[in-house]
């Protein structure tokens, strides 16, 4: 089975959604990953962490809101932030690391 550092560690990007259940913004963001994952195929690859079903992963990148985005490349941390955003600018940011 692969684990979560498996996947970070990979060159190719890894877009984590950090997200709960019970949070709007984090829903707002479900169609706009979508539409990201449809955008770029397989140059990205997008994976959502609940953060009250893996509270160890949540804990150890210290998130502390939700939605919380982070960009791993060959596992370091590219980019990170928190809340909901639009499509156009999350594509703007993920063009620079591709």
Known sequence: METFNDVISTN??????????????CKMMHPVLELLKATYGDKIRIIK?????NSAI?????????????????????????????????????AQFL
Request: aromatic share 10%.
């Open 12 to 25: 190719k990007p890894v877009l984590v959604d950090f997200f709960a259940t019970w949070c709007g913004p």
């Open 49 to 53: 962490i609940d953060i009250d079903k």
């Open 58 to 94: 949540a804990s150890q990148y210290q998130i502390q809101s939700v939605p919380t985005l982070i960009l791993f490349k060959n596992g370091n941390i590219v980019w990170r932030q928190s809340g909901a955003m639009p499509l156009n600018e999350l594509q703007n940011i993920i």
